[in-house]
C-alpha cells in the first residue's frame, strides 16, 4: 500500500509538470498560424493603408458572415466596438467547456480563483491570482492585470506595448477576426478590446503547444489549472481512503475487511487477478503491481470527478496532455523493462527470412510508439466525447429555444435535453470504468510483452 | 464550410468501428451461449478487443476533429 502513495504522487508530479504547460485555449486547432509573423505578408495583408500588394486580393477578408464586425486594420489601436455575436454555436460551447481553464466556474455562477505563476523573458516569475481578472460570462476577464488578459478562462497576453506598467484596466471584450492569408489558408486572430481599441493578443494553442502551427506564446503558463487543481483533489482523496485502508489492514489481521476496505479490497484483487497476473505472469506481476493500481485509480478517480453534474465540467482524463503523460510512463516502464528477446522481436524477429524483416523492423519500431499513442488517444478520445456528447445534448435546449428567444423551443428543448442527458451520463459511468479498465489492462500487456520469456526459440 | 470532409471521415470511421464491435459482441455472445463456464476470459478477450478496435476509429475521429 505505502508503494501505491509513493508512485500515485510521481504521477501526480508529473503530470503536474506536463499540464501546467498545456495551454489550451479554444478552437485554434489545426489552422496553421506559423505565418503569423509580423514580417510576413500576413501582416500587410491585414492593412489597408498598404495598397501596393496588388498581387494580393485585400477585399476578400472574410469576416465570418456576421451582420456587422469590427473592420480592425492595425494590430494595435483600431477603432472596434463588443459585438455580441447573435445564436448559439454548439461546437464553440462544447470546446470551451472542455477545456482547461485558469479559473475554477461552478454553474457559470461560482467563480473559484487559481493562483497564477507566469514566467516571462522581460519581467521573469510573476504570481498573482485570477481573481485580478474578475471573469464574468463566458469566464471573459472584465479586467487587465499587466499585459495578461483572461479570454474564454485562459489568460493571454498583448501582443502591443504599453500595457506592462498598468495594474488594473477595463477589458470590454473580445473579438476574433477570421480572414485569409496570401495562400488561402484561413486564420483566426484574437483581438482585447480596451477602451473603444482592438489591441491583438496572443494565440493560446490547445494541443500541439504551437508545434503544429498554434504558434508559440512568449510566455509560459505554469499556473495550477482547473485540471491539476482536480488532480490534486482527487489524489489527495485517495492518498486518504488508501491510508485508512492500510491502517485498517495493520490493525484487523484475520478478521473481515470493514468500512473502506470492502470497497477497495475487490477493487485491488480485480486488477491482480484479472489484468496483473494474466498479463504479466505469476511472480513477476509484483513489481509493477503498484504502477497498475496507481494508474487505474487515477484514471478511475478523475473521470468520475468529471462526471460530477455542475461542478465544473473538468475534463482531465479527457485532457490530451495528461494521458501523453500517463502514455509515456507506461512507454518508459515497458521499453526499459524489455528483455533480449523483447528488443530482439523488434530488430531481428527470429524465424523470418531476410527480405521480410525489411519490411518487419520498420512495422515493429513504428508499433513500439504506436502503441502508447493509442493508449492517450483512446482514453482522451473516449472522455471527451462524452463530455461532447453531453454539452451537445444540453445544447439542443438552446438550439430549439433560438438561444433564448422562443419559450416554446425551450420548454421542448429541456423535454429532450433531460432524457437524453441522464442516458449519456449513465453510459459515461461505464466508459469511465471501462476506460479506467482498458488502460490498466493495456499497460499491463504492454509491459508483459516486454519482459516476457520465450523458451520455445 | 470547413468541415465537411472531415465530418464525412468521421462518419465512415464510425461506420467501421460499428461493424467491428458488432462482430467482436455477437461472436462473444456466440461464444459466451457455447460455452457459458468461460464467459470471464470472453469478456476479457471481447474488451481488449473492443479497445484495440475503438483505437483505431478514435484515432480517425481525433484526425478528423483536429484537421477539419
Known amino acids: 500500500m505505502r508503494k501505491i502513495f509513493l508512485s500515485l504522487f510521481c504521477c501526480l508530479a508529473l503530470s503536474f509538470c506536463l499540464v501546467a504547460q498545456q495551454n489550451s485555449g479554444h478552437s485554434h486547432d489545426g489552422h496553421d498560424h506559423s505565418s503569423h509573423d509580423h514580417s510576413g505578408h500576413d501582416h500587410s495583408g491585414h492593412d489597408h493603408s498598404s495598397h501596393d500588394h496588388s498581387g494580393h486580393d485585400h477585399s476578400s477578408h472574410d469576416h465570418g458572415g456576421h451582420a456587422h464586425t469590427n473592420n480592425i486594420t492595425t494590430p494595435c489601436g483600431s477603432a472596434a466596438q463588443v459585438i455580441h455575436h447573435e445564436g448559439y454555436d454548439p461546437s464553440a460551447t462544447a470546446i470551451h467547456h472542455i477545456s482547461d481553464a485558469n479559473v475554477f466556474t461552478i454553474m457559470d455562477m461560482i467563480r473559484i480563483p487559481l493562483p497564477m505563476i507566469i514566467y516571462n523573458k522581460d519581467r521573469g516569475l510573476e504570481f498573482f491570482m485570477s481573481s485580478k481578472f474578475s471573469a464574468g460570462h463566458h469566464d471573459d476577464g472584465h479586467y487587465g492585470y499587466k499585459d495578461y488578459v483572461m479570454m474564454h478562462g485562459n489568460i493571454h497576453r498583448l501582443k502591443c506595448p504599453g500595457f506592462a506598467d498598468q495594474d488594473h484596466y477595463e477589458v470590454a471584450g473580445f473579438d476574433v477576426q477570421k480572414h485569409k492569408d496570401a495562400a488561402g489558408k484561413d486564420h483566426e486572430t484574437p483581438y482585447a478590446i480596451i477602451g473603444g481599441k482592438a489591441y491583438e493578443i496572443e494565440q493560446k494553442t490547445i494541443w500541439d503547444g504551437g508545434l503544429l502551427g498554434g504558434g508559440i506564446t512568449s510566455f509560459y503558463d505554469l499556473s495550477p489549472t482547473k485540471n491539476v487543481v482536480s488532480m490534486i483533489l482527487v489524489c489527495l482523496l485517495f492518498f486518504f481512503l488508501f491510508r485508512k485502508a492500510a491502517k485498517a489492514y495493520a490493525n484487523r489481521v484475520g478478521q473481515a475487511p470493514s468500512g473502506i476496505q470492502s470497497f477497495l479490497e475487490p477493487v485491488v484483487q480485480f486488477i491482480r487477478d484479472d489484468v496483473a497476473v494474466p498479463f504479466i505472469g505469476e511472480g513477476k506481476y509484483e513489481r509493477f503491481f503498484p504502477l497498475l493500481l496507481t494508474i487505474f485509480f487515477f484514471i478511475l478517480g478523475l473521470n468520475l470527478w468529471g462526471q460530477v453534474p455542475f461542478l465544473g465540467s473538468v475534463n482531465v482524463t479527457g485532457s490530451l496532455t495528461v494521458t501523453a503523460v500517463l502514455a509515456i510512463i507506461v512507454f518508459l516502464i515497458s521499453n526499459f523493462n524489455g528483455n533480449k528477446h523483447y528488443w530482439q522481436h523488434i530488430f531481428n524477429m527470429p524465424g523470418v527470412p531476410w527480405f521480410v524483416k525489411i519490411i518487419l523492423t520498420p512495422v515493429e519500431l513504428l508499433g513500439m510508439f504506436i502503441k502508447p499513442l493509442t493508449l492517450m488517444l483512446r482514453l482522451a478520445g473516449n472522455i471527451s466525447a462524452g463530455h461532447i456528447a453531453i454539452l451537445s445534448f444540453v445544447g439542443l435546449i438552446f438550439i430549439f429555444g433560438n438561444a433564448g428567444q422562443s419559450m416554446a423551443g425551450s420548454i421542448t428543448g429541456v423535454a429532450m435535453a433531460i432524457p437524453l442527458t441522464i442516458f449519456m451520463m449513465a453510459i459515461e459511468l461505464i466508459v469511465a470504468f471501462v476506460q479506467a479498465f482498458v488502460f490498466t489492462l493495456l499497460a499491463a500487456s504492454y509491459i508483459g510483452a516486454a519482459i516476457e520469456d520465450h523458451d520455445h526459440h | ?68
Open chain 2, 1 to 68: 464550410m470547413t468541415g465537411t470532409l472531415a465530418a464525412i471521415g468521421a462518419g465512415l470511421a464510425v461506420i467501421g468501428a460499428g461493424i467491428g464491435l458488432g462482430q467482436i459482441g455477437g461472436k462473444a455472445v456466440e461464444a459466451i451461449a457455447r460455452q457459458p463456464e468461460a464467459s470471464g476470459d470472453i469478456r476479457g478477450a471481447m474488451i481488449l478487443m473492443a479497445a484495440f478496435m475503438e483505437g483505431a476509429a478514435l484515432i480517425a475521429i481525433l484526425l478528423a476533429f483536429f484537421i477539419g
